[in-house]
């Protein structure tokens, strides 16, 4: 079974910058990155398929970049312009199905990374 592992993360103050990696045991079609707030849903922020299309939720469009390696098993986010309201616990995730890789919603069953905490203080 495929596993995801992530690192990167941290504390940061507000405007600033961090990245976050995940190594997944093989390589796949499509990854992605989840966040989920205290008290909140979990929600997707930022997907690439293996070909390098991209797609990124309103809240972090312009301030994060995904990206992939070239052996297509692991995949990077790159956070600036941090707010506190980025603070959560950011996911790595990747889906066994699905329609289209860059519409979440289109998303089968997934593994998920175990998550690394994102703090950003004002």
């Known amino acids: 079974q495929v596993q995801l592992v992530e690192s990167g993360g941290g504390s940061v103050q507000a405007g600033g910058s961090l990245s976050l990696s995940c190594a997944a045991s093989e390589s796949r079609l499509c990854m992605g990155w989840f966040r989920q707030a205290p008290g909140k849903e979990r929600e997707g922020v930022a997907v690439?398929?293996?070909?390098?299309?991209?797609y990124y939720s309103d809240s972090v469009k312009g301030r994060f970049t995904i990206s992939i390696g070239k052996a297509k098993n692991t995949v990077y986010l790159q956070m600036n312009s941090l707010k506190p309201e980025d603070t959560a616990m950011y996911y790595c995730?990747?889906?066994?199905?699905?329609?289209?890789?860059?519409?979440?919603?289109?998303?089968?069953?997934?593994?998920w990374g175990q998550g690394t905490q994102v703090t950003v203080s004002s």
């Open positions: 690439i398929d293996r070909d390098g299309n991209t």
């Open positions: 995730a990747s889906p066994y199905s699905f329609y289209r890789c860059t519409e979440f919603e289109t998303w089968g069953g997934r593994v």
